[in-house]
């Protein structure tokens, strides 16, 4: 008897299960709902089903382990049929039936059903597998962005988290930790980071998504704060190095965002990251967004898009503040400073030092700045203007940028300028693992000929062992040495006394800035430090006022 494979039952359950909308959760229902029919359809007594499809590796959520019966009505089995197929991942389908009579027809039409049972089941579960390493970290198996997105955008519309705080979180030195103790124990650090967050706060009571790299985001009950701070507070991991296992402490840094029944999605994200870049500045490790944070995120915005074409306008100047020799009042240097002219306004440095500093663009800028003295030297040169040395001052970010020596002699040498007009500022404050490339950089500087000069001398606490260390040609005191300073009776005046002999018996040349006032230069002077930079003398001077000062020596002087 020939069995109508293509009846009107199946081609219902065939459109049920082929839509787009169905996940894993769905089928056994599916199943349960239109196999009925379709059994009667074949002239069959019974069906039942036996489903076992483990997770796909990666995906999250579970797979499917369940039997049961579709079908039966009661009727004789005289004949079974049965249909199994095996899956890649070690899983299973296997489809039952009985039947009155033994009937090759409706043997060959169950199979076909069977494997077309089979193909929509395989799809399901496919579609449920993208979709879910659509929204899924592979690696920790936490919610990626999109994930995030989903999940939270009906929640916060609906009202459910106006009593939330989103977070965003950053593993501190994490780059750091990965190179010293390899990138799989870093990734273990991520997922147990991960696992452990879930295992505080539940699938339903909080929410973290990784971002990249050791970045995530998470939202959880305001009151819930003190219990994820302890979490990070306490946050350790055991890892597998070459001598064994070890435990290391890791630290986190964050920005808070407490939501209100107003917020969306992309003002809260907007938000936290916004408060975590204030966190990442230093500030704190935990900080809480305030809304002047927004219009400071605008304008740090502005100056990395306005950047590029504003070096290129030649937007930056640099002024020259003189440095004045107080026993004879002559000028005997300057300190090359950058501003921002923009529109006839003057932004000032630290609206956008500290930005290009903070997204690597600073060394475009300080390469910029000796290119500039050295093209104003060659045109003082040509003049018959005899230059005074300059100092230039370059970043602690610059120390990792390849052969910065090289970089700053071809510039210099493309305008045939001699290398002892030209002075490289380096501050003291830097890192442990800062010191080899700074001492690696002022090794080679000294080699080609430049000066070095130490900048914020004495805002350190190394400053002994860095005169040890660190062969420079110029110390340049910190102005907090300065300030209010007025003899040598007092406790800064006896530090600032014996620091200046030091350098001196050390054949160092010192400099005082930041001096404004008379009796600060005469105590100066007074315990061996003759140079002077301030506004005592002068405030940063544009090239024209500049070129004044350097035609007439003497003006100090006469003034």
């Not at 489903?51 to 039997?67: E, F, H, N, Q, Y």
């Not at 350790?236 to 070459?242: D, F, N, S």
């Not at 501003?339 to 030092?353: E, L, T």
């Not at 510039?411 to 002075?423: A, T």
Request: net charge negative; aromatic share 8%; glycine share 6%.
């Amino acid at each position: 008897m020939e069995r109508p494979i293509m009846s009107d039952s199946v081609m219902r359950m065939i459109n049920a299960m082929s839509s787009p909308e169905n996940r894993r959760g769905d089928v056994i229902k599916l199943i349960e709902t239109y196999t009925p029919d379709v059994a009667r359809d074949l002239g069959l007594t019974s069906m039942s089903f036996d489903v076992d499809i483990p997770l796909t590796p990666g995906a999250r959520g579970s797979g499917m382990k369940t039997s049961g019966v579709m079908f039966d009505n009661g009727g004789e089995k005289a004949a079974e049929y049965i249909a199994r197929f095996e899956t890649v991942n070690g899983g299973h389908i296997e489809v039952k039936a009985t039947s009155a009579v033994e009937d090759p027809e409706q043997r060959r039409a169950f199979e076909t059903l069977s494997a077309l049972i089979f193909a929509l089941c395989g799809k399901i579960n496919s579609v449920t597998d993208l979709d879910t390493l659509s929204v899924t970290d592979g690696l920790t198996n936490a919610m990626n962005m999109s994930g995030l997105r989903r999940k939270l955008v009906p929640l916060i519309e609906s009202g459910q988290l106006k009593e939330h705080v989103s977070l965003f979180l950053n593993i501190k030195n994490f780059k750091y930790i990965n190179q010293k103790i390899g990138m799989p124990n870093g990734d273990k650090i991520l997922k147990e980071f991960v696992k452990r967050f879930k295992k505080l706060f539940g699938e339903r009571e909080g929410y973290i998504a990784r971002l990249g790299a050791d970045n995530f985001v998470v939202a959880i009950k305001s009151e819930q704060v003190s219990e994820l701070s302890e979490l990070m507070k306490s946050f350790r991991v055991t890892i597998t190095g070459k001598e064994g296992d070890a435990e290391i402490k890791v630290y986190f840094r964050c920005g808070l965002y407490y939501m209100t029944e107003d917020s969306t999605f992309d003002e809260m994200m907007n938000c936290c990251s916004c408060a975590y870049a204030y966190a990442r500045s230093g500030k704190a490790d935990f900080v809480e967004y305030e809304p002047y944070m927004m219009e400071d995120e605008h304008r740090t915005k502005k100056v990395l898009v306005t950047f590029p074409e504003a070096i290129q306008a030649r937007e930056f100047r640099v002024y020259y503040q003189p440095k004045v020799r107080s026993s004879d009042n002559k000028l005997v240097g300057a300190e090359a400073l950058c501003r921002w002219i923009s529109d006839g306004r003057v932004i000032p440095p630290m609206q956008f030092i500290p930005v290009l500093e903070r997204f690597g663009n600073i060394n475009r800028l300080d390469l910029y700045v000796v290119d500039t003295v050295a093209r104003d030297m060659r045109e003082w040169l040509d003049k018959g203007i005899e230059p005074v040395r300059v100092s230039l001052n370059i970043s602690r970010r610059d120390l990792s940028v390849p052969d910065l020596a090289g970089k700053i002699d071809d510039i210099v040498n493309s305008y045939d300028i001699p290398h002892e007009l030209i002075e490289i500022e380096l501050t003291e404050t830097y890192t442990t693992d800062e010191l080899p490339m700074m001492l690696k950089l002022i090794n080679e500087l000294k080699d080609l000929g430049y000066k070095i000069s130490i900048d914020d001398f004495g805002s350190g606490y190394s400053t002994l062992t860095m005169l040890k260390t660190i062969h420079a040609d110029i110390i340049k005191l910190d102005r907090a040495f300065i300030k209010d300073m007025k003899d040598s009776s007092t406790e800064d005046g006896i530090i600032l006394r014996n620091v200046v002999h030091m350098v001196n018996e050390l054949d160092i040349e010192v400099i005082a800035e930041g001096v404004e006032k008379a009796e600060q230069v005469s105590f100066l002077s007074g315990i061996g430090c003759d140079v002077i930079q301030g506004y005592y003398y002068d405030k940063p001077l544009p090239r024209e006022e500049f070129d004044l000062r350097l035609s007439d020596r003497e003006w100090y002087s006469k003034r």
